[in-house]
């Protein structure tokens, strides 16, 4: 076990387009993209570098995904009264 019992922490790595990009170019982005990680061959040089390719199942999926790692952090963040200094 790599993680403190109880906690719910993952590394992902996501692809991101700046916010005013339009609709229709986020679509075409993340299927291309889907269709890049689906490919056997990459498949296997991620595996081989012990990644997982999990492509979300919607651009507005990742976005909620990303949106509530952002939540669960600052929840975390504020409970264990974490300061920069």
């Known amino acids: 076990i790599e993680t403190y019992p109880g906690t719910d922490i993952a590394p992902w790595h996501g692809l991101l387009a700046p916010a005013n990009t339009p609709p229709a170019v986020v679509e075409r982005l993340f299927a291309e993209t889907t269709r890049f990680l689906e490919m056997p061959a990459t498949?296997?040089?991620?595996?081989?570098?012990?990644?997982?390719p999990a492509p979300s199942a919607s651009p507005a999926?990742?976005?909620?995904f990303i949106r509530a790692?952002?939540?669960k952090f600052a929840a975390v963040i504020q409970a264990a009264n974490?300061?920069?200094?």
């Open 61 to 64: 999926a990742f976005t909620a």
């Open 69 to 71: 790692e952002g939540e």
């Open 43 to 52: 498949r296997e040089r991620f595996e081989g570098a012990a990644l997982l």
């Open 82 to 85: 974490i300061r920069v200094e």
